[in-house]
């Protein structure tokens, strides 16, 4: 089988309220969504870069020349198997945002092309439903916090997971554990905020009964994660320091996590994933999907994944109508009663994007053929007029 053709769309997608982290505040979600084209069939994907490099070094400029530039031009030829992508891309340093929108669009092209979901391809179970949690953000204040994360659990979701800071930590942490009553599974997620010198303030998190604390530290760290561990009896959860199976190996060796967020935008896609995947399944460490405030296309590729038996902790893929008043898929993404998500059962990821609503929220489109045969170091050279993503 072989493809034919990309279409690249930037999106700009109002969020229904602003989401805060100790990295900033968000109130847009902007976005590459990826089409794949070929033997008549589309596949999609989306990537889950950012405006700035704050969560990671990649940003919706570096993932646009990543994918013109370095990724595409390797997608001629013959595709036996999605994971043949993973080894023509792993040369590519880095850029795994950009190479997981691409793998994961190919992915879905592939379950299309004989007419399966794709958690039956990827060797997920035919579960129909999978758990799901919530993540809040910051607040304007405790009260606000409290009644939120009470709107939360009783719709119906199976974890809270709050955003901390240094300013915004163990009172607000503290209120909603007394509001909510010790029955509630709450999770931290501090995003890299904090240091080893905050370890003794840290430790004020474990007479809450959390079920995690998510990267506290630095986002490229492993050892200080170790000796906080040490120090703190609340279970740490790894997130921006784990991109392959690898890192995950290393950080259980020494005692650096008791539990890992797999992203499959951060790991660069479904090939990565399944390795993690497999690791953790095999050394019993417990494991939950992460979430990016993806739209439906990022969303259903993380249901699907969330099949895999490895998963044994309710992810961040939460409903649709958590963060966009419309998604741009027609089959949007809802919450049951029992605070799960119903995994698509059609071919591939089982949605199909909302043309019209995608229209609408359009910023910029791009069609780019697949080279009948990979493109030399010279001929990746000015190809295409350069764009201007800061609109």
């Known amino acids: ?80 198997h999605p994971r043949e992508i993973f080894n023509r891309l792993e040369s590519l340093r ?17 379950a299309k092309c004989l007419s399966r979901p794709l958690y039956q391809i990827l060797g997920g179970q035919d579960v129909g439903r999978i758990p799901v949690g919530v993540s809040i953000g910051i607040q304007a204040d405790v009260r606000q916090l409290c009644q939120v994360a009470e709107g939360y659990w009783q719709k119906g979701y199976m974890r809270l997971k709050i955003k901390i800071r240094p300013d915004w930590d163990i009172e607000p942490l503290t209120r909603v554990r007394r509001h ?36 506290p530290l630095a986002y490229d760290d492993i050892i200080d994660h170790g000796k906080l561990a040490q120090r703190i009896t609340t279970p740490i959860c790894l997130d921006e320091s784990i991109h392959t199976a690898d890192d995950v190996a290393k950080a259980w060796e020494i005692g650096a996590l008791g539990i890992v967020n797999l992203k499959i935008g951060r790991v660069g896609g479904y090939t990565a994933s399944l390795a993690i995947e497999e690791f953790a399944r095999s050394h019993q460490i417990p494991l939950w999907c992460g979430g990016m405030l993806e739209t439906g296309i990022g969303r259903a590729h ?4 969330t099949t895999l038996p490895g998963f044994t902790l309710p992810g961040d893929t939460s409903a649709s109508d958590r963060y966009f008043d ?27 994007p909302d043309l019209r609503r995608i229209r609408d929220i359009l910023v910029y489109q791009e069609v780019l053929p697949i080279p009948a045969q990979p493109l030399t ?6 190809r295409f007029p350069d764009i201007d993503l800061g609109r």
């Open 302 to 305: 993380n249901v699907h994944l």
């Open 1 to 80: 089988m072989r493809l034919e053709q990309i279409v690249l769309q930037f999106i700009s997608l109002p969020l229904k309220t602003p989401f805060e982290t100790s990295f900033g505040q968000e109130n847009t979600k902007r976005a590459w969504l990826v089409t794949v084209r070929g033997e008549g069939i589309e596949g999609y994907g989306e990537c889950v870069a950012s405006d700035q490099p704050l969560y990671s070094e990649e940003t919706h400029a570096s993932a646009y020349y990543a994918l013109r530039d370095h990724i595409i031009p390797r997608l001629a030829g013959d595709i036996g």
């Open 94 to 110: 880095g850029n795994r945002m950009a190479k997981a929108a691409i793998e994961t669009a190919i992915w879905d092209w592939y």
């Open 326 to 352: 419309r998604d741009i898929i027609t089959e949007p993404f809802v919450l049951n009663s029992d605070g799960t998500l119903n995994v698509p059962e059609g071919p591939g990821i089982g949605v199909s």
């Open 180 to 215: 909510l009553g010790p029955g509630v599974p709450i999770m931290a997620d501090a995003n890299s905020a904090y240091t080893l010198a905050w370890a003794e303030h840290l430790q004020q998190l474990d007479s809450l009964q959390l079920m995690m604390i998510e990267q």
């Open 377 to 382: 170091a010279a001929q990746h050279e000015r």
